[in-house]
């Protein structure tokens, strides 16, 4: 019971401190995202791919989180963007606090776009809010299909979900209906692309996706 | 400062419901796997495998860990042994205490093998000794092969190490070179299968291996 007790006190802390981003980054312009998804779907070599897409439309920085390593963040740098670093030292998710640690280290009055990398989790990663405009969640065909029910927090809590590897199709047994008729269920308002890094599938349309959404923010500043 | 003293304080306690765990299973004669990975990587679809090919060998329980559903567990009820859901209401780990609780619906009298498969997480699954014998790891190839060194607790408490999807090898840029010396830095004793539950590469040798291992453990008991 005390355990409980203590975790509300720790999101409700948490909500405070992703109110207080979110207003900061209002006021500067700057459009957040909370990308997340299992380890190894493929978050890092999405956001290289989007970087290059976006370079010289939109001003990029990435906030990586990870466990230990800084491994994402030295394969992020070389598209010449700021990137911080953080380590969650054996934590499972980034909380609002250390995000708040980390803008400090970015420059946000020349930047139009603020990615957060999660830790790759689908469990924990759904329940701390970070100041984002939008959740994506990145779900890799070699996951399989079923992952939605089962992790239903982070389907739920995402605006737009990034269906990845899909280069790998024929050899899984993923199936798109499965995915549609749990969405269905879940979250219909969910904005689904398809996505291959190796074949660039879908990389444009998502890109074009997100400078609309940071375009619209930007419109309703002031 | 309190959060971490709470936490110490539930890992001591689980610590002390684990080494209750070990007890009784010596007593009983029941070799206890702990199974994990990330979500997708095939833990599921290997124990369907394992279950299948040591039939009429070594009898077999599971323990099933999810957040909410009970998709795996039917999977496996099919095959004919007993087989335990353990939902744990969207706590991204299972718990040694939950483990107890399903002990308790398991007849131990008639089984060799009680296997326990993880909610699919790298992270927390590390901190939390269920009792167990030995700690497996699944590692799909499609997951990549960075993710020793970034989720390097989880391989370090682990002794048998599952990669998995090998029919997808040739789709990656997966390398066994960079798995081989990051187990080098972290993990020396570290057993590897290959395995790929399409073509059964490696079921045998994997199954084999764990039926020596109970065979082991059963001779030392009394």
Do not use: W
Request: glycine share 6%.
């Amino acid at each position: 019971m005390k355990v409980v007790n203590i975790n509300e006190r720790v999101l409700k802390r948490n909500e405070q401190m992703a109110a207080e981003i979110r207003t900061l980054l209002k006021e500067k312009n700057v459009f957040l995202v909370n990308l997340r998804g299992s380890p190894g779907a493929g978050k890092t070599t999405i956001l290289e791919k989007v970087i290059a897409e976006l370079k010289g439309r939109k001003r990029i920085a990435v906030i990586e989180g990870d466990l230990y390593t800084t491994r994402d963040a030295e394969r992020l740098e070389k598209y010449g963007v700021q990137v911080v670093q953080v380590n969650t030292g054996g934590i499972c998710h980034l909380e609002a606090d250390m995000v708040k640690q980390a803008l400090s280290k970015i420059n946000l009055e020349i930047i139009d776009l603020l990615v957060i990398e999660n830790v790759g989790n689908l469990v924990c990663t759904a329940d701390y809010d970070l100041g984002e405009e939008i959740g994506i969640i990145v779900l890799s065909v070699s996951e399989g299909s079923d992952k939605i029910m089962k992790y239903p927090l982070i389907f739920q809590s995402s605006e737009i979900m990034l269906i990845n590897k899909l280069d790998m199709l024929k050899n899984t047994d993923f199936s798109t209906v499965e995915i549609e008729r749990d969405l269905n269920r879940i979250n219909r308002e969910m904005v689904v692309f398809n996505l291959s890094c190796k074949t660039g599938e879908g990389i444009f349309e998502f890109s074009r996706c997100l400078e609309e959404r940071i375009d619209e923010f930007q419109a309703t500043a002031d």
